[in-house]
């Protein structure tokens, strides 16, 4: 049991720590003494001191502050603690920092927001000058570079998003059959299906399988670059490296989502299907019905928003992969990033053209 004692001298109150002062002992005491200390002004005796380790060091030097310290008589504690000493005053431990106030950290937290807008803007302006230069020479644009990543974001995605258009399609028809057969309105269920897919639905479960699969790679990609300096070694080699790397990237993306979403759209119809067969209906009825009642231009405007969430997808993976910062956790932060902007960035677009296209009555 390790213990202090706490001895008046005269005018002067002593503190004694144990012999044994060592990790364990320092541990149990180190709140004893400091509230002995911070109470009375105390004067540390520390001559009985045999076993000093420099956890023990520490207290009696924090203990001590300004007050008086008797050093150990055995040699080996008395140089083990006037090298721990010497060591904190040559490093010092740091102040804590200062909280700002609430009105402060409102204000950095607003300078932060609009430092973030700007560097967006700022890097959607450099896409922007780079897409209209490669224009000016469509020869600098990798066309293998684009081909690879249509494969990899389009075709090898074909599979996953006819799995899930098609189980969509299914879970949309059950779940509105339910209320239709009431009132003996399950002949309009491809109508509803048809129109949700084409519309809306297809495009966003697209947009989110690309963010997942793809976005996440592309931001993987680019911070791995960007962590093992390969990114400034091609700026350093005269290659602009936005023309290189990302605008190969952003072209794949705005190309393979409208696909993406017809594949959805199609595989979700192909299930709705299925459905309506269950449920008595033969398929030149459903067909009839989607003739009726579905028009090119749902077709066009489902396919323009899905290439306008391709783009939204690109910029931000690419973006989220160059802003990639140093160390072991730069590449899973950018690509987390990247999939959760793009999921949000793909639904806020979807909000906007539901409004425009409500307000022009399409």
């Known amino acids: 049991m390790t213990a202090v004692d706490l001895v008046q001298e005269g005018d002067a109150m002593v503190l004694r720590p144990p012999a044994t002062l060592d990790l364990p002992a320092a541990a149990a005491l180190w709140r004893p003494m400091l509230g002995a200390v ?41 140089a083990t603690l006037e090298r721990m000493r010497l060591a904190l005053a040559a490093a010092p ?23 973030g807008l700007g560097r967006r803007v700022s890097f959607l302006g450099e896409v922007t000058l780079g897409t209209l230069a490669m224009l000016a020479r469509p020869w600098r644009m990798r066309r ?16 996953l998003c006819a799995l899930l258009g098609t189980l969509f399609g299914v879970i949309l028809a059950f779940q509105s059959s339910i209320p239709m057969r009431q009132y003996g309105a399950e002949i309009f269920i491809p109508n509803l299906v048809g129109i949700s897919l084409l519309r809306e639905l297809g495009g966003l479960m697209a947009a989110i399988i690309l963010a997942g699969r793809s976005g996440s790679a592309y931001a993987a990609e680019l911070a791995t670059m960007k962590v093992n300096d390969e990114i400034d070694a091609l700026a350093t080699m005269g290659v602009d490296p936005l023309a290189w790397l990302v605008l190969p990237r952003i072209l794949a993306t705005i190309l393979v989502m409208p696909v993406l979403a ?12 299925f459905v309506m067969a269950t449920l008595g209906y033969p398929p030149p009825a459903v067909l009839s019905q989607l003739r009726q009642y579905l028009q090119v231009g749902d077709m066009v405007g489902g396919l323009f928003k899905a290439a306008c969430f391709g783009l939204a997808i690109g910029l931000i993976g690419c973006r989220s992969g160059l802003k990639a910062g140093g160390g072991p956790r730069a590449v899973g932060d950018a690509a987390t990033g990247a999939v959760v902007a793009s999921i949000v960035a793909t639904v806020v677009l979807d909000g906007i053209f539901a409004v425009l296209f409500f307000r022009l009555g399409w």
């Open 38 to 78: 911070a109470e009375r002004r105390v004067t540390i005796d520390a001559s009985g001191v045999t076993k000093l380790d420099s956890a023990g060091a520490v207290l009696l030097l924090e203990a001590a502050g300004g007050s008086e310290l008797r050093p150990p008589q055995d040699a080996k504690a008395a």
């Open 144 to 159: 293998v570079e684009v081909l690879r990543h249509l494969a990899e974001a389009g075709t090898a995605a074909f599979g």
């Open 262 to 273: 017809l594949v959805v759209t199609l595989s979700g119809l192909v299930g709705m299907g």
């Open 93 to 115: 431990p740091p102040k804590p920092a200062l909280q700002p106030h609430w009105v402060s950290r409102i204000g950095m937290a607003v300078l932060n927001g609009i430092g």
